[in-house]
């Protein structure tokens, strides 16, 4: 029972460029959430899924496009890297319903130059 | 629109003294208020949690107290360890089911 496992764990990008990064959770859990954490500013939701087929824009969706591939997968797609994305990207998931605890990957550094 | 504000940012005592971290937050719809721990490298992993039905909720060295009038929660670490060193974030939750993270604290436990 690995949890939710993000793929890659570090990336360098120069800007311009693209890149999907990937998560994966084997809980069976419904919703599944993408943020960004960068120093001082806490966690910032970019999008969500509250369930299998549909995704919404969280507080800092600029940028970014997300798929919710199936019901263990939802990945986040950069088109085109900006230096200010530079950041530390964390995949959560959490059971259908509000109020429900989330669960965090280890996280993506990404580094864009 | 809603906000979550948490103090202090950092935040160092003894090891065996206790630790408060406060939480205050603006959408008096909140009903939802977890606490996560963040380790150097690692992801955030939730601590406790209280749903705004509970003034306070205890388990084991860690408890959490909310006040819904005042809109603001707070954890507290006992008998602190050096192991309790880490960042740690609140949230808040409404109905959306989305969470609002305060901006973290940084707890040092010196041995």
């Known amino acids: 029972n690995a949890g939710v496992t993000q793929t890659p764990k570090f990336q360098v990008l120069k800007t311009g460029q693209s890149m999907t990064l990937q998560c994966a959770q084997d809980?069976?859990?419904?919703?599944m959430y993408w943020y960004r954490q960068d120093p001082g500013m806490g966690l910032r939701l970019i999008y969500y899924?509250?369930?299998?087929?549909?995704?919404d824009k969280g507080e800092v969706p600029n940028g970014y496009n997300v798929s919710r591939l199936n019901k263990r997968e939802f990945s986040l797609r950069l088109e085109s890297a900006a230096p200010s994305q530079t950041s530390v990207y964390f995949c959560?998931?959490?059971?259908?319903?509000?109020?429900?605890?989330?669960?965090f990957g280890d996280g993506t550094r990404l580094s864009i130059l | 629109g809603e906000n979550v504000e948490q103090h202090p940012s950092t935040l160092s005592v003894q090891e065996g003294d206790s630790a408060v971290i406060k939480c205050t937050y603006s959408?008096?719809?909140?009903?939802?208020f977890p606490w996560y721990k963040q380790e150097l490298g690692k992801g955030p992993q939730l601590i406790i949690d209280?749903?705004?039905?509970?003034g306070e909720k205890k388990d084991q060295r860690i408890a959490v107290t909310l006040n819904k009038t005042a809109k603001h929660f707070s954890l507290h670490i006992t008998e602190t360890q050096p192991e309790d060193s880490a960042v740690y974030f609140c949230a808040t939750s409404s109905n959306t089911g989305k969470l609002i993270f305060g901006q973290g604290t940084t707890l040092q436990v010196k041995p």
């Open positions: 899924s509250a369930s299998e087929g549909t995704t």
């Open positions: 959560a998931s959490g059971r259908r319903g509000n109020n429900q605890p989330q669960h």
């Open positions: 209280i749903r705004s039905n509970v």
């Open positions: 959408d008096s719809a909140s009903n939802y």
């Open positions: 809980m069976n859990h419904n919703s």
